[in-house]
């Protein structure tokens, strides 16, 4: 059997990098060896677990980024790979929640939420892409959600964790020959800064519907992409994987 590969001399980027899962990723990442890219549309966030990586030895750079923006991520990427010299990973994780029922969502409402979760996720693994053909290789991440199945009064958000899913299976289609491989993870509910003002009744709803009994953290989720990232995983493209605690598994609950 050959010898477990981590990330040692591997370049990650992961955008939504300054909070919750995207800084769990990237804190997993950094101890497995990764030089560390954290883009973030919260600048001070960003810089700040930056820092903390840096300061446990781990090369780390922070970049402000409006991912909905496809200049901001090009422009982020050409400095990620002019300072590391290569790209290997690309976790596209921003994203953004705007729960509203149907009659009362406004135009501007579902542009800004299909812009930074749909159009976030594929303005990044467009410039991944570019440096990953060349290089023959790359490891291309999406956060999708549970609520990719649907969810009550947030179709905006369905929506949009629902076409990450598409776009994970058709961008994996298309670059699998140049060795570079797409896969999605979908979170259930992780206590994360998006979900700390969700009311306590829907977060003891949702743990009675898991079948683990808890809310998942952010580490549950990072692991999963820590392993989807690694050189070992080639031969998986295209798949989705729940990190729900069981929330999605049909239950006598």
């Known amino acids: 059997m050959e010898k477990f590969m981590l990330l040692n001399d591997q370049v990650a980027v992961?955008?939504?990098?300054?909070?919750?899962?995207?800084a769990a990723t990237a804190e997993l990442m950094a101890a497995a060896g990764a030089a560390v890219a954290i883009l973030d549309?919260?600048?001070?966030?960003?810089?700040?677990?930056a820092r903390k990586l840096s300061a446990n030895g781990a090369c780390a750079l922070a970049i402000p980024v409006d991912v909905s923006q496809r200049v901001d991520?090009?422009?982020?990427?050409?400095?990620v790979v002019s300072t590391y010299g290569r790209l290997d990973?690309?976790?596209?994780?921003?994203?953004?929640?705007?729960?509203?029922?149907?009659?009362?969502?406004?135009?501007?409402l579902w542009d800004h939420v299909i812009s930074v979760n749909l159009g976030g996720v594929f303005w990044g693994s467009q410039a991944a892409f570019r440096y990953m053909k060349e290089a023959g290789y790359g490891r291309i991440l999406t956060t999708s959600s549970t609520s990719s199945l649907g969810s009550f009064a947030n179709a905006s958000y369905a929506s949009s964790k629902a076409?990450?899913?598409?776009?994970?299976?058709?961008?994996a289609m298309e670059f699998g020959k140049y060795g570079v491989t797409v896969n999605a993870v979908g979170p259930g509910m992780i206590v994360t800064p998006m979900t700390?003002?969700?009311?306590?009744?829907?977060?003891?709803?949702?743990?009675?519907?898991?079948?683990?009994g808890?809310?998942?953290e952010p580490m549950d989720v990072a692991r999963v992409f820590l392993f989807l990232a690694l050189p070992d995983s080639g031969y998986i493209t295209g798949q989705m994987i729940f990190v729900d605690g069981g929330?999605?598994?049909p239950t006598m609950k």
């Open 73 to 79: 991520i090009e422009t982020a990427l050409e400095k």
């Open 196 to 212: 700390d003002d969700l009311p306590p009744e829907i977060k003891q709803r949702w743990i009675h519907k898991t079948v683990v």
């Open 89 to 108: 990973i690309m976790v596209n994780n921003a994203g953004v929640t705007r729960p509203s029922r149907t009659l009362e969502v406004s135009e501007a």
């Open 163 to 171: 076409g990450v899913v598409a776009m994970t299976r058709s961008l």
């Open 247 to 249: 929330y999605t598994l």
């Open 214 to 216: 808890r809310l998942g």
């Open 14 to 22: 992961i955008t939504g990098g300054g909070s919750g899962i995207g």
């Open 41 to 49: 549309r919260d600048e001070a966030a960003a810089a700040e677990e």
